[in-house]
């Protein structure tokens, strides 16, 4: 029981209170006949239920007896690294069809050495194409697997 | 004896060179990501789910298979070695593994490690082979109301075992939401699709898995930094003395039954039982103050017991259909997406399939038996590798696995915000193995829940008037009584949190 505890009730209760008012959108049917909104709104009902049961459970909770229990901090000294991997792969995904499968691999591949494990160029560098050329011989030629070329190399090779 | 019959069309399948080499393949690389910290069982089957696609249906599941027993093997070796567990299940081989081996006495430990893990397999497969068809044929008498009380058992007994069953039960209930995005089978209705036509087949349950269990394992390691001691020095022998097996043989066997009889059920998974076999080894022992400081008792029941579980949760989904672990739960999302429908009907209908991967698991201990101890230099060899030079990897085939299902970003996408709630909800104690059980069965919960109704024309005593189906509920609530008593809130984590000290 923490403060994280709360927090998380919290926001699963909205979702929770999002979920039971998109699904009365949908027809709910009758019990003889449920229809399609039938089930996500229980399923809402039950959770938002269960989150509130959690908050309640976190804010009667002993406050010291909390704190001791408390873990570590929710975020550790290393939480940059986690946004800038997930920024890492958000932009792979956009950018994988527009520049093409091998350019993508050595950018994430470079990006994640460099910035995130601080590796001297000349490691990265030879890795990010290393392993760059080799993704892609596996995948893309050895397996055949279809994967995008690229705008750039489309509109040479048209 | 038809099973017979049934046993060599078994080998029939399997034995075909390229379904051995799957199963080879599959013990390889899960006796390595048993040996690798920071990746475990679940995720790597997450991971490879994708290119699972291209091969068969059996052999697809033999090489999953593999890999989940496999890193059962390889799990021990860290754990001795290193006391480093490989995986959350090899907790256990960490206490008396890791004194054994300060005294020089890895190899012994290594040994009957190894040994263990296959006489338990063995043990494990063989009563799986003689009980599943016939809970089989029990369960073909289910209908709609006895299918629907099942999965709430199911769900309500992985809530159970969770450290917390509160969130475990709404993790639940969010998987069961999530599988009714896209067009409703019964009614035709597109659910909160946003007028995506990506979401109309619903949200791919692959890449939830590969973000909830892969993407966000690699989060969790990024903030870790891992230190590792090897253990250097050369190991003697990897044959245990004849000591050593007089002293270990009894709490083989004792592992290996309760970890069979701990696995069957839903939500008991391997580190449970790994824990309980330790337990009942320390109890049962003459010498109780000593395990800790080298009692090879102390390796071989745990590392017996998380065998034959692993070998035992094939029961529930061959028979039932119903998974009962995260693992489980990813294997019969990859049969489902092989056309195979898991359910009591399969080992029916499908019996080269079922027959086929019951064998390769024989086989497959097999291989794992060679595999762990000539190679094991070569395992530490591996371990040295930094993560630093091994992890974009990890996340390249994290994001072309994602993208080649469907040859669509969307699906990276999904993975990818998957990931970073998976994260999250690690960082609050919110598993995840109920939200992908809610996920695989919400379909068959709604499905049989509607049919339900629709029989009994709304009136819901159609559960209790069915002697099964009413038992199922009485169970499922007394499940939640227990778990609500303040005896039992602490309790140990589902067997899929790869956590690693």
Redesign the interface.
């Given at each position: 029981m923490s403060r994280?505890?709360a927090?998380?009730g919290l926001v699963?209760f909205f979702?929770s209170a999002a979920?039971i008012i998109?699904s009365r959108s949908?027809?709910l049917g009758?019990?003889?006949?449920?229809?399609?909104?039938?089930?996500?709104l229980w399923?809402?009902i039950?959770?938002a239920f269960?989150?509130s049961?959690?908050l309640i459970?976190t804010l009667l909770a002993n406050r010291k007896k909390a704190r001791a229990e408390e873990r570590e901090s929710?975020l550790?000294d290393?939480?940059m690294?986690?946004v800038l991997?997930?920024a890492?792969?958000?932009a792979?995904?956009?950018l994988?069809?527009l520049t093409g499968f091998l350019a993508a691999?050595f950018m994430?591949?470079l990006f994640?050495?460099k910035v995130?494990?601080s590796?001297k160029w000349r490691v990265a560098l030879l890795?990010a194409a290393a392993?760059a050329l080799c993704?892609y011989y596996l995948?893309d030629v050895w397996?055949k697997?279809?994967?995008p070329k690229g705008l750039l190399m489309e509109f040479l090779f048209k | 004896m038809d099973n017979l019959h049934y046993i060599l069309v078994g080998f029939q399948v399997c034995l075909q060179p390229a379904n051995l080499l799957l199963a080879f393949v599959g013990c390889l690389i899960g006796t390595l990501i048993g040996v690798l910290p920071g990746l475990g069982p679940a995720a790597a089957i997450a991971l490879l789910l994708p290119t699972s696609f291209s091969l068969t249906p059996v052999g697809a599941i033999i090489m999953l298979s593999g890999i989940y027993y496999g890193s059962m093997y390889g799990g021990s070796t860290t754990s001795i070695l290193l006391n480093i567990p490989g995986e959350a299940a090899s907790v256990v081989t960490c206490m008396d593994g890791y004194a054994m081996a300060k005294q020089g006495r890895a190899g012994s430990a290594l040994g009957i490690a190894a040994f263990g893990s296959f006489i338990a397999g063995t043990i494990a497969i063989v009563l799986l082979t003689f009980l599943a068809p016939p809970l089989a044929s029990v369960a073909l008498k289910f209908g709609p109301p006895e299918y629907t009380t099942l999965v709430i058992l199911g769900l309500t007994l992985l809530a159970f075992m969770a450290k917390d069953s509160l969130k475990a039960i709404i993790m639940g209930c969010m998987g069961i939401f999530l599988s009714t995005v896209g067009i409703d089978a019964i009614s035709g209705t597109a659910r909160f699709c946003f007028d995506k036509t990506e979401l109309m087949d619903g949200i791919g349950l692959v890449p939830v898995i590969m973000g909830l269990f892969g993407v966000s394992e690699v989060f969790i390691n990024i903030e870790s930094t891992m230190r590792r001691e090897i253990l250097d020095g050369k190991i003697a022998s990897y044959l245990p003395t004849k000591r050593d097996w007089k002293k270990a043989y009894k709490p083989i066997l004792r592992g290996s039954i309760l970890g069979f009889l701990v696995g069957i059920l839903p939500g008991g998974g391997a580190v449970l039982s790994s824990f309980l076999a330790y337990a009942v080894e320390k109890r049962l022992s003459k010498h109780p103050e000593r395990f800790g400081t080298g009692m090879i008792e102390g390796v071989a029941a745990p590392e017996a017991a998380n065998n034959s579980a692993c070998g035992a949760h094939f029961i529930p989904l061959m028979s039932l259909g119903i998974p009962c672990t995260a693992v489980m739960a990813i294997l019969m999302g990859a049969m489902m997406i092989h056309g195979l429908s898991p359910g009591p009907n399969l080992i029916h209908d499908h019996p080269d399939f079922f027959w086929g991967v019951i064998v390769s698991m024989y086989i497959g201990n097999i291989m794992l038996l060679v595999l762990n101890l000539p190679l094991i230099g070569l395992w530490v060899q591996i371990l040295k590798v930094p993560y630093r030079l091994l992890f974009p990897f990890i996340i390249l085939f994290c994001l072309i696995g994602a993208y080649t299902l469907n040859n669509s970003s969307f699906d990276v996408l999904v993975m990818n915000i998957f990931g970073i709630i998976g994260y999250l909800m690690k960082k609050v104690d919110f598993e995840g193995a109920p939200l992908i059980l809610g996920m695989v069965l919400g379909g068959t919960l709604e499905n049989s829940l509607r049919q339900s109704l629709i029989l009994s024309n709304g009136n819901f005593s159609i559960f209790m008037t069915r002697p099964i189906a009413c038992s199922f509920l009485v169970v499922a609530l007394m499940l939640l009584v227990i778990s609500s008593l303040p005896a039992f809130r602490k309790r140990i984590p589902l067997p899929t949190e790869e956590t690693v000290d």
């Open positions: 994280y505890d927090i998380s699963i979702i979920i998109a949908y027809p009758s019990l003889s006949q449920p229809g399609p909104g039938f089930l996500p399923c809402g039950i959770m269960l989150s049961v959690t459970r929710f550790t290393r939480w690294k986690v991997v997930l890492a792969l958000f792979y995904t956009f994988l069809e691999n994430i591949i994640l050495l995130i494990y590796e890795e392993g993704t995948f397996l697997l279809n994967l | -």
